[in-house]
């Protein structure tokens, strides 16, 4: 198995060329079911001068490197003898480099190492301006709804968007229409929207203030960005793009085009997902477009109410350090690009499985699919995802990212190289439960209600747990959504139905099943708005 590590760099004194930059990363102009790229012209800038540096990164280990008497927060003061646990479990640098935020020579300041980082990583991305983020791509979706109802009454959103965005529906007030995407009912997933589709929304909403999609989705399905942004703009709204899976997209010619370069105009983007920061790390990216004046500003106000106080040194630090890895590693992402496709093409030659990508081009909507993310209908090899997934993880040491009835994702992270045979080995020694080639029913993903109420009404109202059984045909208090991926399944202000509830309960009693917001573990009750107080 080959694995690397990153190391931080040295002091700024000694600023170092990024692990693996050979050269200018450039893209070509082709638009297919396997990749959509950009022009090298609308590539990100990621070759200019100082991009192989790491500013943040550099000065907070200079930072770390000096005796200081720390008499401030966090409170173990990089004390390793006195936090001995902490410093066993991870390493005494990390206490070292643990600072707050606010320090000069860090962060304070429009020179500082800090803003220098995110200014190359909105050069990186193609950005007028990037905000570095510590709570995740769901801060970034939070603060995109609360900006909204400064440019409008009703956002326009695909219905398939993660949970956050819904939880800043819930924070912003602001009325939503939802965009049905279309849905692969044999694999009980859903992929993305047309223009088409939009453009009918965005004309049917009243004073609409943008509109929000979502690409590439959990499956790896592209979106025509391009056309969605041009409908959008037709409209007189920007387009958001939930870019969270897409991180690195656009640093290599074999990768699909970033959102940015395809006109959208505010993109999220979970950088530690495959970007290779750390867990809980991301990314904001405002377009310089023709919303960027009028946007700017609202997303500086919200960045300040969402974002914590306390700042993680280390998760801004890791952004930093993942933007110089992509912006110089061409060839180290061609190499984990290699790797998923001899995953791919063992797949295709053993026959026991398919993959859910090569049914993409059955849907007008998907113009395109990561390379990176390899979803593997395991139905059609007889045993089901979450058996697959449990499997993996127990028989094997082996951890993918998630698992439906009919299907598991494996992803390889932009820059890693995995030990493709050990996981194809173990995915073709899994046993199959389901005999005589029959399959289980599948769980199909269910409709949603009819919405009786906003979001945030619902949110607000009073409310009451009932029996699962007794809540259908009432309103929901909460957000319910199969977790992962984390698609709500279930918003605040519709109503309720048996096929939810039974998908829901369903999901819950898998292996590693979980619904992010229920009221139990296993939804043996739902809140619903009490209409009666």
Same mark, same amino acid.
């Given at each position: 198995?080959?694995?690397?590590?990153?190391?931080?760099?040295?002091?700024?004194?000694?600023?170092?060329?990024?692990?693996?930059?050979?050269?200018?990363?450039?893209?070509?102009?082709?638009?297919?079911?396997?990749?959509?790229?950009?022009?090298?012209?609308?590539?990100?800038?990621?070759?200019?001068?100082?991009?192989?540096?790491?500013?943040?990164?550099?000065?907070?280990?200079?930072?770390?490197?000096?005796?200081?008497?720390?008499?401030?927060?966090?409170?173990?003061?990089?004390?390793?003898?006195?936090?001995?646990?902490?410093?066993?479990?991870?390493? /005494?640098?990390?206490?070292?480099?643990?600072?707050? /935020?606010?320090?000069?020579?860090?962060?304070?300041?429009?020179?500082?190492?800090?803003? =220098?980082?995110?200014?190359?990583? %909105? %050069?990186?991305?193609?950005?007028?301006? *990037?905000?570095?983020?510590?709570?995740?791509?769901?801060?970034?979706?939070?603060?995109?709804?609360? !900006?909204?109802?400064?440019?409008?009454?009703?956002?326009?959103?695909?219905?398939?968007?993660?949970?956050?965005?819904?939880?800043?529906?819930?924070?912003?007030?602001?009325?939503?229409?939802?965009?049905? /995407?279309? +849905?692969?009912?044999?694999?009980? +997933? %859903?992929?993305?929207?047309?223009? @088409?589709?939009?453009?009918?929304?965005?004309?049917?909403?009243?004073?609409?203030?943008?509109?929000?999609?979502?690409?590439?989705?959990?499956?790896?399905?592209?979106?025509?960005?391009?056309?969605? %942004?041009?409908?959008?703009?037709?409209?007189?709204?920007?387009? !958001?793009?939930?870019?969270?899976?897409?991180?690195?997209?656009?640093?290599?010619?074999?990768?699909?085009?970033?959102?940015?370069?395809?006109?959208?105009?505010?993109?999220?983007?979970?950088?530690?997902?495959?970007?290779?920061?750390?867990?809980?790390?991301?990314?904001?990216?405002?377009?310089?477009?023709?919303?960027?004046?009028?946007?700017?500003?609202?997303?500086?106000?919200?960045?300040?109410?969402?974002?914590?106080?306390?700042?993680?040194?280390?998760?801004?630090?890791?952004?930093?350090?993942?933007?110089?890895?992509?912006?110089?590693?061409?060839? @180290?992402?061609?190499?984990?690009?290699?790797?998923?496709?001899? !995953?791919?093409?063992?797949?295709?030659?053993?026959?026991?499985?398919?993959?859910?990508?090569?049914?993409? /081009?059955?849907?007008?909507?998907?113009?395109?699919?990561?390379?990176?993310?390899?979803?593997?209908?395991?139905?059609?090899?007889? +045993?089901?995802?979450?058996?697959?997934?449990?499997?993996?993880?127990?028989?094997?040491? !082996?951890?993918?990212?998630?698992?439906?009835?009919?299907?598991?994702?494996?992803?390889?992270?932009?820059?890693?190289?995995?030990?493709?045979?050990?996981?194809?080995?173990?995915?073709?020694?899994?046993?199959?439960?389901?005999?005589?080639?029959?399959?289980?029913?599948?769980?199909?993903?269910?409709?949603?209600?009819?919405?009786?109420? *906003?979001?945030?009404?619902?949110?607000?109202?009073?409310?009451?747990?009932?029996?699962? =059984?007794?809540?259908?045909?009432?309103?929901?208090?909460? *957000?319910?959504?199969?977790?992962?991926?984390?698609?709500?399944?279930?918003?605040?202000?519709?109503?309720?139905?048996?096929?939810?509830?039974?998908?829901?309960?369903?999901?819950?009693?898998?292996?590693?099943?979980?619904?992010?917001?229920?009221?139990?573990?296993?939804? *043996?009750?739902?809140?619903?708005?009490?209409?009666?107080?």
């Amino acid at each position: 198995m080959n694995t690397r590590s990153t190391a931080l760099p040295p002091p700024v004194q000694q600023p170092v060329r990024a692990p693996g930059a050979t050269g200018t990363t450039e893209t070509t102009g082709t638009t297919g079911v396997t990749g959509v790229t950009g022009s090298a012209s609308s590539a990100p800038a990621s070759r200019r001068p100082g991009a192989s540096r790491a500013p943040y990164a550099e000065a907070l280990r200079a930072h770390a490197g000096r005796d200081w008497l720390r008499l401030n927060v966090p409170g173990h003061a990089a004390d390793t003898a006195r936090f001995a646990p902490l410093a066993d479990l991870f390493g /005494p640098d990390v206490l070292a480099l643990d600072f707050p /935020p606010l320090l000069d020579g860090l962060d304070l300041g429009d020179a500082s190492p800090l803003a =220098e980082a995110q200014d190359l990583a %909105a %050069a990186a991305w193609g950005a007028r301006r *990037t905000w570095f983020l510590t709570n995740g791509a769901s801060q970034a979706n939070q603060i995109a709804s609360l !900006i909204t109802p400064a440019l409008g009454d009703t956002l326009v959103v695909q219905r398939s968007v993660h949970s956050s965005v819904i939880d800043g529906l819930v924070l912003s007030g602001l009325d939503a229409v939802f965009v049905q /995407p279309s +849905i692969d009912a044999e694999q009980g +997933i %859903a992929h993305g929207i047309t223009p @088409e589709a939009l453009a009918r929304a965005l004309a049917d909403a009243d004073r609409p203030a943008a509109a929000y999609v979502v690409s590439p989705s959990y499956f790896g399905a592209v979106s025509d960005i391009r056309g969605l %942004a041009d409908v959008a703009h037709d409209a007189g709204v920007p387009l !958001i793009v939930d870019e969270a899976w897409g991180a690195h997209f656009g640093f290599h010619p074999r990768l699909p085009a970033g959102a940015l370069s395809q006109g959208a105009d505010l993109v999220t983007s979970s950088t530690h997902k495959l970007g290779g920061s750390l867990t809980q790390s991301a990314m904001l990216h405002l377009a310089d477009g023709p919303y960027a004046d009028r946007l700017e500003p609202l997303i500086d106000r919200a960045h300040r109410m969402v974002q914590s106080t306390s700042a993680s040194a280390l998760l801004l630090a890791s952004l930093d350090l993942a933007r110089a890895q992509l912006a110089g590693g061409a060839g @180290e992402l061609g190499e984990s690009i290699d790797a998923a496709d001899r !995953i791919r093409r063992t797949i295709r030659r053993l026959g026991r499985f398919r993959l859910v990508a090569d049914t993409f /081009p059955a849907y007008e909507d998907v113009v395109g699919s990561d390379p990176l993310r390899i979803a593997i209908d395991t139905r059609h090899g007889h +045993i089901s995802g979450h058996d697959a997934r449990r499997l993996l993880y127990r028989d094997h040491q !082996i951890m993918v990212e998630v698992a439906t009835d009919a299907a598991i994702v494996a992803v390889v992270g932009g820059g890693s190289l995995p030990d493709t045979e050990r996981f194809v080995e173990a995915l073709h020694c899994l046993p199959t439960p389901l005999t005589d080639g029959g399959h289980q029913p599948l769980q199909r993903l269910p409709a949603p209600g009819p919405a009786r109420l *906003t979001t945030r009404e619902a949110f607000h109202r009073p409310t009451r747990v009932l029996p699962a =059984e007794e809540a259908v045909g009432r309103i929901s208090a909460d *957000t319910l959504a199969a977790y992962p991926p984390g698609i709500p399944n279930l918003l605040p202000g519709e109503e309720i139905t048996a096929e939810v509830v039974a998908f829901l309960q369903h999901t819950a009693r898998t292996p590693h099943g979980h619904v992010r917001g229920a009221h139990d573990a296993g939804l *043996t009750g739902l809140r619903v708005v009490d209409m009666g107080l």
